[in-house]
T-cell receptor
Framework: GEDVEQSLFLSVREGDSSVINCTYTDSSSTYLYWYKQEPGAGLQLLTYIFSNMDMKQDQRLTVLLNKKDKHLSLRIADTQTGDSAIYFCAESMNDYKLSFGAGTTVTVRA | DAMVIQNPRYQVTQFGKPVTLSCSQTLNHNVMYWYQQKSSQAPKLLFHYYDKDFNNEADTPDNFQSRRPNTSFCFLDIRSPGLGDAAMYLC????????????FGPGTRLTVL
């Protein structure tokens, strides 16, 4: 099965908060990431969290990590139309390899 | 601006006809990666270069090869493309000191007829 799992779709109203969830299986993951992919573009690193942290906040983005449940979430406050994209969760250990989830397509409606 | 550039953005080839995809970077990063991303799937690492050292993933088919003639350029060669090789191919780079921060190019979408 997949090492990293995400729900496939999320629809949110403009101005509301979005929460994208991810679960992973490898307890030895060192870093956990959120990437954003807009149509026709490559992946953009949004933020990442080290596995000994519970939370990281960066402007409108808040990452929560529950290491016991192997659950990672990304909250986007005040969601805008420009936030419509595919969001990928990824994990890595102490090497160069990233393991990605299949991505969550976020659609922001007016 | 420092960036990762991929050419071409769209590539069409015929079944069995060799094709080469190109990636260049102005970040002076010593690690370069190639990922394959099929429709609605997660990007999958094919291989990476650490400087000139080539590191192949165990499940990467022999049909896929790579060359890195210098720090700035890396090529993906598909020797005999099959229909199942149609995908987006993503190039990424990272520095040795911040290997966990990978910078991606816009990708090349490969169509196999």
């Amino acid at each position: 099965g997949e090492d990293v799992e995400q729900s496939l779709f999320l629809s949110v109203r403009e101005g509301d908060s979005s929460v994208i969830n991810c679960t992973y299986t490898d307890s030895s993951s060192t870093y956990l990431y959120w990437y954003k992919q807009e149509p026709g573009a490559g992946l953009q690193l949004l933020t990442y969290i080290f596995s000994n942290m519970d939370m990281k906040q960066d402007q409108r983005l808040t990452v929560l990590l529950n290491k016991k449940d192997k659950h990672l979430s990304l909250r986007i406050a005040d969601t805008q139309t420009g936030d419509s994209a595919i969001y990928f969760c990824a994990e890595s250990m102490n090497d160069y390899k990233l393991s990605f989830g299949a991505g969550t397509t976020v659609t922001v409606r007016a | 601006d420092a960036m990762v550039i991929q050419n071409p953005r769209y590539q069409v080839t015929q079944f069995g006809k060799p094709v080469t995809l190109s990636c260049s970077q102005t970040l002076n990063h010593n690690v370069m990666y190639w990922y394959q991303q099929k429709s609605s799937q997660a990007p999958k690492l094919l291989f990476h270069y650490y400087d000139k050292d080539f590191n192949n993933e165990a499940d990467t088919p022999d049909n896929f090869q790579s060359r890195r003639p210098n720090t700035s350029f890396c090529f993906l060669d598909i020797r005999s493309p099959g229909l199942g090789d149609a995908a987006m191919y993503l190039c990424a780079t990272s520095s040795q000191r911040a290997y966990n921060e990978q910078f991606f190019g816009p990708g090349t979408r490969l169509t196999v007829l």
